[in-house]
C-alpha cells in the first residue's frame, strides 16, 4: 500500500486540556505534544484513509465542545460510519513518555513549499531540486509542518456535504470515478480523471499546500524592451493596465479582437510588478502558445530569468519571479503571484477553461490582481463589464488598421449527399469556381466530424471534376498540419474542417464559410467571432459567410459584435476611413 494512512488522536494534559488532530506518525506529535505539557495520547485504531480521517477530524472539530475519552469514540464511530462502513476499534490510552523519540530532527524547512500547492507523490522532487537529501519517509517532515500549522493538508479528492465527490487540485466536481484503490486497498476510492496527466490524484493521497508569504522586496526598475512600437490602441490599453495596478480593483479585462496584438500590451504592467519585487504569472491554456511567447518575453525581458512550464518542459520548481505556463502547470501554484495574466489567446472557447480559472484563481495571491485578456469574453464576463462590476479596455483594432471583415448571413440549405450529381449551394459553387482566378483560399467549417467527412467528401468529389483541389480534415484525421501547410502553399485550393482546425492559423488571402451555421450547439456566437476573426488578418479585403437553414441567433449576435468592435475602432481613431 502506498498511501499514507492517519491516525485519529485525543491528547490530554493532567490539568484537562485536550487537542484532537490526526496523524501519519503520532511519534513526531508525540515529542512536541510533551513539549506543550501534554501526557497522554488517546489513539484510534486502525489509521484511516485521509479523506475519511479529515471528515471525521472536522465533525469533531466543535468549538466548545468537551471531549471526553468515551465521548471522542462514539463521536469518532458515528462520523465514520455516516461515510463509509469501517471496523474501528475503542482507543489505546498511551503516555507520551513512552511514545516520544528521544530526539527529533529536521532541517530547515521553511521555504519548502512556498507558493505550490502539490501532492504527496510529487514531494520528493520538490526536496531533490530544493538541494536537499530527500528523507526515508517525506510524509514525516509534511507531519511536522502539518503539527505546527505550516502546511496545508487536505485529501486530494474529497466529498461534500452531499456526500458528492469533487478533486482539490483541478477543482472538478463531474466524473470523478470511485474503484478498488491500490494505493488504500479500499474498495471505495474516489480518483481524478481529469487532471490525471499530473499525477493522479485520489481521496487517499494528501495535498499539500502552503502560500507565499516573503513581502516583495522592489528591485531596480525594469522596463520592457521592445523592437517595434505599439500601435496607438496597444497604447491606450498598455496604460490602462499601468493604471489598474495602481487601484483598487482586483481584475481586469483586455477585450481585444482577434489578431489585436494583446500580449505586448501587457509588458509594461507585468515590468511594474516586477520592479517593484512581485511575481507574475502569464498563463495560456496550450503548450505551443507557450513555446511561442517563451522567447517573445525573454527579448522583452533579458536580463529576468524566465521559467516556461508546459508538460515536459522541466524545470518545474524552478525559482523565478516571471513565469509562463499552461493550465495544468498552473495547478501547482498557490498564492504565489501578485499578478496574474490570463491570455486565451485566439482559442476557441476550448475544453478545459473552467480548470484554467480555477487554476488561477488559487495561484493568485489574496491582494493580487487578475487580467484576462480574450477576444471573446463568455456571457457572463461580458454582463459584469456592461454593469462596470469590473473595468475594461478595448482593443478594437488590428495593427493594420483595416476594420474586421463583417460577416454575412446567408440562408440557404444543403442537398442531402448520396446522389451522383450532387451539387454545393449555388453561392459556394460560386466561391469554389473563382479560386481559379482569384488566387484566393477557402475554408469551409462545418459542425460535426460526421458533415465534414459527408459533405467534405461530396464536395471534394465534385470539386475535382472542375480540377480544383481540396481535402478534408477534422480531429481524427491524420495529416492535418500537413493539409494547413498545403493550403498555405497553394497546393489545395479548400479545406473543409471542424472547429478543431481553427486553432493558431493565419493565411493570408482567405476566405470563409461556414455552412450549417445555425448549428448553434456547435457554433455559438463566440466560436463565430473567433472563426470570423481568421481572415483578413494582413489587412486584406475578405469574405467570410454563415450558411444555415435559418438565421440563428448566435449569427446576429456575433455580426452585431464585430460591426459593434469596428465601431468603437472608428469612433476612438484606430481605423481608417475606406477610400
Ligand atoms: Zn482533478
Ligand atoms: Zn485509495
Redesign the pocket.
Known amino acids: 500500500m502506498l ?1 499514507p494512512k492517519y491516525f485519529l488522536y485525543l491528547a490530554e494534559s493532567d490539568e484537562g486540556r485536550f487537542r484532537v488532530s490526526l496523524s501519519s506518525n503520532p511519534r513526531i506529535d508525540a515529542y512536541f505534544l510533551a513539549e506543550e505539557g501534554f501526557t497522554a495520547l488517546q489513539i484510534i485504531k486502525p489509521p484511516l ?1 485521509l479523506y475519511l480521517a479529515e471528515w471525521v477530524l472536522e465533525q469533531l472539530s466543535t468549538p466548545g465542545l468537551k471531549l471526553k475519552s468515551g465521548l471522542f469514540f462514539r463521536m469518532v464511530k458515528r462520523a465514520v460510519q455516516t461515510i463509509q462502513p469501517h471496523r474501528i476499534l475503542p482507543p489505546v490510552k498511551l503516555s507520551l513518555a513512552e511514545l516520544r523519540p528521544e530526539s527529533l530532527d529536521f532541517p530547515d524547512l521553511t521555504g519548502l513549499l512556498q507558493g505550490r500547492i502539490l501532492l504527496g507523490t510529487e514531494l520528493p522532487e520538490l526536496i531533490a531540486a530544493k538541494g536537499l537529501e530527500v528523507p526515508w519517509n517525506p510524509e514525516d517532515w509534511m507531519q511536522y509542518l502539518y503539527f505546527h500549522s505550516r502546511v496545508r493538508r487536505e485529501a486530494a479528492v474529497s466529498v461534500d456535504r452531499l456526500g458528492l465527490p469533487f478533486c482539490r487540485r483541478c477543482g472538478a466536481t463531474t466524473g470523478i470515478l470511485e474503484d478498488d ?6 474498495s471505495r ?3 481524478c480523471p481529469h487532471c490525471r496527466s499530473m499525477g493522479v490524484a ?4 494528501p495535498l499539500y499546500s502552503q502560500p507565499r508569504s516573503e513581502e516583495p522586496v522592489a528591485e531596480e526598475a525594469i522596463l520592457p524592451h521592445f523592437d517595434f512600437e505599439l500601435t496607438p490602441p496597444q497604447k491606450r490599453a498598455s496604460s490602462a493596465l499601468e493604471q489598474f495596478l495602481d487601484g483598487g480593483e482586483r481584475q481586469f479585462l483586455v477585450w481585444a479582437v482577434c489578431g489585436g496584438g494583446k500580449t505586448e500590451v501587457s509588458f509594461g504592467a507585468v515590468a511594474k510588478v516586477l520592479s517593484a519585487g512581485g511575481r507574475v504569472l502569464f498563463a495560456v491554456p496550450r503548450k505551443d502558445v507557450v513555446q511561442e511567447l517563451e522567447p517573445r518575453f525573454q527579448k522583452a525581458f533579458p536580463a529576468q530569468t524566465l521559467v516556461a512550464l508546459y508538460g515536459g518542459s522541466g524545470g518545474r520548481y524552478e525559482e523565478s519571479s516571471l513565469v509562463l505556463a499552461t493550465t495544468h502547470q498552473c495547478l501547482r501554484f498557490y498564492q504565489a503571484f501578485d499578478l496574474i495574466i490570463l491570455d486565451e489567446e485566439d482559442a476557441f472557447p476550448y475544453f478545459g477553461s473552467e480548470m484554467l480559472h480555477f487554476a488561477v484563481r488559487r495561484a493568485l495571491k489574496p491582494q493580487g490582481k487578475l487580467v484576462m485578456m480574450t477576444a471573446t469574453p463568455d456571457r457572463e464576463l461580458r454582463a459584469r463589464a456592461a454593469r462596470g462590476e469590473i473595468p475594461v479596455v478595448e482593443i478594437p483594432a488590428r495593427p493594420h488598421r483595416r476594420p474586421l471583415i463583417v460577416p454575412q448571413i446567408l440562408r440557404t440549405a444543403l442537398n442531402p449527399v448520396g446522389r451522383k450529381d450532387w451539387q454545393p449551394p449555388p453561392f459556394l459553387r460560386e466561391k469554389l469556381e473563382a479560386l481559379h482566378s482569384n488566387g484566393r483560399k477557402l475554408l469551409v467549417f462545418l459542425p460535426t466530424v460526421r458533415e465534414v467527412e459527408q459533405f467534405g467528401r461530396a464536395l471534394c468529389d465534385w470539386a475535382q471534376s472542375r480540377t480544383l483541389k481540396g481535402k478534408y480534415v477534422h480531429a481524427r484525421t491524420p495529416g492535418r498540419l500537413e493539409a494547413k501547410a498545403a493550403l498555405l502553399d497553394g497546393a489545395h485550393d479548400f479545406l473543409v474542417v471542424s472547429t478543431v482546425f481553427e486553432r493558431g492559423i493565419t493565411i493570408p488571402n482567405l476566405d470563409v464559410v461556414v455552412l450549417n451555421a445555425d448549428d448553434e450547439a456547435i457554433f455559438d456566437c463566440r466560436t463565430l467571432v473567433q472563426i470570423a476573426g481568421r481572415v483578413g488578418r494582413m489587412g486584406e479585403a475578405a469574405q467570410v459567410c454563415f450558411a444555415g437553414k435559418r438565421q440563428s441567433r448566435a449569427m446576429h449576435e456575433a455580426v452585431t459584435w464585430i460591426s459593434r468592435m469596428n465601431e468603437a475602432g472608428y469612433q476612438l481613431g484606430f481605423l481608417d476611413e475606406s477610400s
Do not use: D, R
Not at 181 to 186: M, V
Not at 202 to 205: E, I
Open positions: 498511501a484513509p484503490c491500490y494505493f488504500c486497498g479500499n476510492c474516489y480518483t485520489k481521496s487517499c493521497l
